[in-house]
């Protein structure tokens, strides 16, 4: 058994986090960490864990935060970067949902957050919390950045075609749509249903600042600079991520199917449908499972894959417990056996 706290808990992805660890058998939670809401009971706020969780929300203090096994940071970018350094300094297990430690050319990071790193040297040291990629290096990691949401869709669908080296890695599409909870909870105007309600249209066009992020893991799959299109849309749901990819084939002979079923064989939480398939994204909510379906359009030099994957589960919080599942020696699934909810 491990204690584990959230630092930032009053976001779609700290409720999240809340629902899924409050079901963990290995974990126990001692801290729910909000300035705003210090004092008051989580199902205060979150009436859907009255009965499940008896815990109130406290004022962010390092002292008590450091006598936990592990620390999760639910919070703005900029935060996790400042209060990291002493908990690991403690010997705690940081996972950081926000993208401090994503990218590792600070410069670039700078360029697209807006902000100077805090603590460069912690950052050289992060380990990227893929795990279809990384298991082995998150397993002994201090430090783990969790993916972002378009990110993690993203790369499951293109990593095996450019580990095979199969197609063109110049000319790489993704065409991505998210539910408007991938907004976070602080009121924006075009999240208001009057606006997000029977409308869709894309955003980030000329540039998104999860695009350094997919880059990075795509360089590192090909072994050398991708190009990549990326275009996020907006589309009027709660949760939810569906990535349409598109990539120019340099091997008429490959077996589409064939190569991603074999990638993902020994995946729990990655579902190669069969040929044909069309996965849709109410087959994942609430579920930390990405579902992947592989075309060929007309039998021609194009690989088309399909993503789905909840945004707050696979794309944040349920990743960051399976990170945490992988640092800690669970077992990888313990408390994300989760069957989607459908309708």
Same mark, same amino acid.
């Given at each position: 058994?491990?204690?584990?706290?959230?630092?930032?808990?009053?976001?779609?992805?700290?409720?999240?986090?809340?629902?899924?660890?409050? /079901?963990?058998?290995?974990?126990?939670?001692?801290?729910?960490?909000?300035?705003? $809401?210090?004092?008051?009971?989580?199902?205060?706020?979150?009436?859907?864990?009255?009965?499940?969780?008896?815990?109130?929300?406290?004022?962010?203090?390092?002292?008590?935060?450091? =006598?936990?096994?592990?620390?999760?940071?639910?919070?703005?970018?900029?935060?996790?970067?400042?209060?990291?350094?002493?908990?690991?300094?403690?010997?705690?297990?940081?996972?950081?949902?926000?993208?401090?430690?994503?990218?590792?050319?600070?410069?670039?990071?700078?360029?697209?957050?807006?902000?100077? =790193?805090?603590?460069?040297?912690?950052?050289? @040291?992060?380990?990227? /919390?893929?795990?279809?990629?990384?298991?082995?290096?998150?397993? @002994?990691?201090?430090?783990?950045?969790?993916?972002?949401?378009?990110?993690?869709?993203?790369?499951?669908?293109?990593?095996?075609?450019?580990?095979?080296?199969?197609?063109?890695?110049?000319?790489?599409?993704?065409?991505?749509?998210?539910? +408007?909870?991938?907004?976070?909870?602080?009121?924006?105007?075009?999240?208001?249903? /009057?606006?997000?309600?029977?409308?869709?249209?894309?955003?980030?066009?000329?540039?998104?600042?999860?695009?350094?992020?997919?880059?990075?893991?795509?360089?590192?799959?090909?072994?050398?600079?991708?190009?990549?299109?990326?275009?996020?849309?907006?589309?009027?749901?709660?949760?939810?991520? =569906?990535?349409?990819?598109?990539?120019?084939?340099?091997?008429?002979?490959?077996?589409?199917?064939?190569?991603?079923?074999?990638?993902?064989?020994?995946?729990?939480?990655?579902?190669?449908?069969?040929?044909?398939?069309?996965?849709?994204?109410?087959?994942?909510?609430?579920?930390?499972?990405?579902?992947?379906?592989?075309?060929?359009?007309?039998?021609?030099?194009?690989?088309?894959?399909? +993503?789905?994957?909840?945004?707050?589960?696979?794309?944040?919080?349920? $990743?960051?417990?399976?990170?945490?599942?992988?640092?800690?020696?669970?077992?990888?699934?313990?408390?994300?056996?989760?069957?989607?909810?459908?309708?």
């Amino acid at each position: 058994m491990i204690n584990a706290a959230i630092v930032g808990g009053t976001g779609y992805t700290g409720v999240e986090l809340l629902r899924l660890l409050a /079901g963990h058998p290995e974990v126990s939670l001692t801290q729910i960490t909000s300035r705003a $809401q210090a004092g008051t009971a989580v199902s205060e706020v979150f009436p859907n864990l009255r009965g499940v969780l008896d815990l109130a929300f406290s004022a962010p203090d390092p002292a008590a935060l450091a =006598h936990n096994d592990v620390v999760f940071f639910a919070t703005p970018n900029g935060t996790a970067m400042t209060m990291a350094p002493a908990l690991i300094d403690n010997g705690v297990r940081v996972i950081d949902l926000g993208a401090d430690f994503r990218i590792r050319d600070l410069a670039v990071w700078s360029q697209w957050y807006a902000l100077e =790193h805090a603590c460069p040297a912690l950052a050289a @040291t992060a380990v990227y /919390g893929l795990p279809e990629c990384h298991r082995q290096a998150i397993r @002994t990691a201090r430090l783990v950045a969790n993916p972002g949401c378009y990110p993690t869709a993203v790369q499951l669908g293109l990593i095996p075609l450019l580990e095979a080296g199969v197609v063109n890695a110049d000319a790489l599409v993704a065409d991505a749509k998210s539910g +408007v909870s991938g907004a976070g909870r602080q009121p924006k105007q075009h999240t208001l249903l /009057g606006e997000a309600a029977e409308n869709f249209h894309a955003y980030g066009a000329s540039g998104h600042r999860h695009l350094p992020e997919i880059r990075q893991g795509l360089s590192d799959a090909h072994g050398g600079p991708v190009g990549l299109t990326f275009v996020p849309h907006l589309v009027p749901m709660i949760r939810g991520i =569906h990535a349409t990819l598109y990539a120019p084939l340099t091997d008429p002979s490959v077996d589409l199917q064939a190569l991603f079923e074999t990638r993902y064989a020994d995946e729990p939480f990655v579902d190669v449908l069969p040929p044909g398939s069309h996965p849709q994204t109410r087959t994942v909510r609430g579920s930390n499972c990405a579902r992947i379906a592989v075309h060929r359009p007309e039998g021609g030099d194009m690989a088309l894959v399909l +993503v789905v994957e909840d945004n707050l589960v696979k794309g944040a919080a349920g $990743q960051a417990i399976q990170n945490m599942n992988c640092m800690f020696g669970f077992e990888e699934t313990q408390g994300l056996r989760h069957t989607p909810v459908l309708p």
